[in-house]
């Protein structure tokens, strides 16, 4: 149980596209989905905070309106890169709570931009 | 804030030998703490936790003892294998205000065992 899905995998896209990056969990309703980004040989910066219904809280310094987060339902939260330029090249992944509960992680997106 | 420090890598070992991760941690409350690891492109899997002071966590070989007393939660495997190569994170949680759960992760310490 508690299986997180990402996809794509993989991406490759031109710079000034938007790529969205879909997170769905499985087999359980999430109440909170999270959003991290990896760059290489280091660690998982947290992005952003969804809950269902309500609007994704951002961490300081990462731009909610580049970063397009939805969490339409209890099983699917959706990450949008807009405009994306080389520097937005990472590793992004998702994780998937219940309330008092641990995150189960998505197996991640490689994004890379051209 | 909150903080997790491990050790740095890259951490090589040879097949069978023992392996000792270290991670300390800063925490206003009394978190969560657990250790993830992440296979070569993969996302990430939890390895372990332990919810409480004194508490061990253990999964696969694998064994981490919470340390209130020294603010520690030490990763060790006393035979490490091939397959064991990975990167390993150090984290902890606390309730972030409401019924949301941050996890706070430490930069990662890459393992990689040789034959």
């Known amino acids: 149980g508690a299986v997180v899905s990402q996809h794509p995998s993989r991406v490759i896209c031109k710079s000034g596209t938007s790529v969205k990056i879909e997170c769905r969990s499985l087999?359980?309703?999430?109440?909170?989905m999270f959003w991290y980004r990896q760059f290489p040989k280091q660690s998982l910066m947290l992005m952003a905070t969804?809950?269902?219904?309500?609007?994704?809280?951002?961490e300081q310094g990462v731009e909610k309106d580049k970063f397009l987060i939805n969490h339409a339902s209890l099983t699917l939260s959706t990450l949008t890169v807009t405009s994306a330029h080389p520097e937005d090249s990472s590793f992004y992944i998702c994780?998937?709570?219940?309330?008092?509960?641990?995150?189960?992680f998505g197996p991640g997106t490689r994004l890379t931009v051209l | 804030g909150d903080s997790v420090t491990q050790m740095e890598g890259p951490v090589t070992l040879s097949e069978e030998a023992f392996l000792t991760i270290n991670c300390t941690y800063t925490?206003?409350?009394?978190?969560?703490l657990f250790w993830y690891v992440q296979y070569p492109g993969e996302g990430l899997q939890l390895l372990l936790k332990?919810?409480?002071?004194?508490d061990k966590g253990s999964n696969k070989g694998f064994e981490a003892t919470y340390r209130k007393e020294t603010t520690s939660f030490h990763l060790e495997k006393g035979s490490v294998q091939v397959s064991d190569s990975a990167v390993y994170f150090c984290?902890?949680?606390?309730?972030?205000?409401?019924?949301?759960?941050?996890?706070?992760f430490g930069k990662g310490t890459l393992l990689t065992v040789n034959p």
């Open positions: 994780s998937a709570s219940v309330p008092y509960n641990e995150q189960f």
């Open positions: 087999d359980f309703q999430a109440t909170t």
């Open positions: 969804s809950n269902e219904g309500s609007k994704a809280t951002y």
């Open positions: 925490a206003t409350g009394y978190p969560s």
């Open positions: 332990a919810t409480k002071a004194d």
């Open positions: 984290a902890l949680s606390e309730n972030s205000g409401g019924s949301n759960y941050k996890l706070t």
